[in-house]
């Protein structure tokens, strides 16, 4: 088994005269057959098969073979305790009863985090910091709750974005790939790549752990190099870069005329009185004209995002769009340049995306 790595997880022996208390609905169904006790002494009373169902890390200790009395089970993250004055009671038969419970290493608020998305209408978990989102990701990882681990990265994103550095040297502290390469991704969208921010995390990664990274950024940026150029652009090879940008565009026909009216052409190739050279008797479907100078320019502060940040949210800005269309001089342009400009940013940072997934990254 390729089992998660159990740096913090302490098999704990509970002496079980310590108070505990129920956990909220709907963890205190009294039909559950299964009582998970966390390590701030909540019970949470859940059903055996949704444990199993979720983790092979449940899974596979409800199916190791239980000793009569059930106390020693191995398992990195799990121990049960016998259930206080069981007497002789075989466990397995009047379990309806009192079920011995399960302790585990993570407190309450971490397993509920991590057990309610498995319950009817669950709301999205939310984290208040990535020091709150920790725990969770990390129980999550180390019960492989592989399903639920997209929800709670997701969650979790904001707050990697905030210092993917230290996202990433914690996910490497523990070996979870996934998040590390998450990571990696938001690090590219960093602003001073050169200085960054300072961590706690930091501690444990290595200069070369760090050297990848920064040659995966470097990477990224070149995979991009071919579309929006290299600096110092003069305006004659922007406009030769904003040309290429109809070699990846979809042409007018699959999902863009779904988006956009059937005859409509890109207005920074087909517009007549903004590209120069390009008339009614050029094929509907013309780039050899060129692009729109209103166009280029746009292309141009794209290539100037981009060169300093490799990554989609480096052209997410509002202002990009507004000022490419207060620059657009003609009323045909006029009327389509906003739903063209955005469905190309859309088109764009799918492009971007489908370049960086080609980037190799070892993270391990
Ligand atoms: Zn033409
Ligand atoms: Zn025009």
């Known amino acids: ?82 259930p206080p004055d069981s007497g002789d009671s075989s466990g397995e038969g009047s379990a309806a009863a009192s079920p011995a419970p399960i302790s585990i290493s993570e407190t309450s608020r971490t397993l509920e985090t991590l057990l309610r998305p498995y319950y009817p209408f669950p709301s999205p978990p939310t984290f208040t910091s990535f020091d709150d989102a920790q725990p969770v990701l990390l129980a999550a990882y180390k019960l492989q709750l592989t399903r639920i681990a997209p929800t ?46 300072d961590s706690e995390e930091l501690e444990d990664m290595t200069v070369r752990q760090y050297r990848r990274l920064v040659v995966y950024r470097r990477e990224c940026a070149a995979a991009l190099q071919d579309l929006i150029g290299p600096t110092n652009m003069s305006l ?20 863009v005329s779904e988006w956009l009216p059937k005859d409509t052409v890109w207005t920074w190739f087909g517009c007549r009185s903004c590209v120069k050279g390009h008339s009614g008797a050029c094929p509907r479907e013309c780039t050899q004209h060129g692009t729109a100078s209103w166009f280029r320019a746009h292309w141009g502060r794209i290539g100037d995002r981009l060169r300093a940040r490799p990554s989609p949210d480096a052209i997410e800005d509002p202002r990009l769009l507004s000022q490419a269309l207060s620059s657009v001089r003609c009323d045909a342009c006029n009327e389509v340049a906003y739903t063209q400009l955005l469905r190309l940013m859309e088109l764009l940072a799918e492009e971007i995306e489908r370049r960086f997934a080609q980037v190799p990254l070892q993270v391990l």
């Open 1 to 82: 088994m390729n089992s998660p790595t159990s740096t913090t997880y302490h098999t704990m022996s509970w002496e079980s005269d310590e108070e505990t208390r129920m956990a909220p609905a709907p963890f205190n169904n009294p039909w559950a057959d299964t009582i998970v006790r966390t390590m701030d002494n909540v019970d949470f009373h859940v059903f055996r098969w949704m444990l199993e169902d979720a983790s092979p890390v449940f899974a596979s200790m409800f199916t190791s073979p239980r000793p009569s009395k059930a106390r020693n089970l191995r398992s990195p993250v799990v121990s049960t305790a016998s």
């Open 152 to 197: 709670l990265a997701q969650a979790a994103l904001p707050h990697i974005k905030q210092n993917p550095l230290r996202a990433y040297a914690f996910a490497l502290r523990y070996g979870m790939e996934d998040l590390a390469r998450l990571a990696a991704h938001e690090f590219l969208a960093v602003e001073n790549p050169d200085i960054p921010a």
């Open 236 to 255: 004659k090879k922007e406009s030769e870069y904003s040309g290429r940008v109809s070699e990846w565009l979809p042409k007018y026909s699959g999902r």
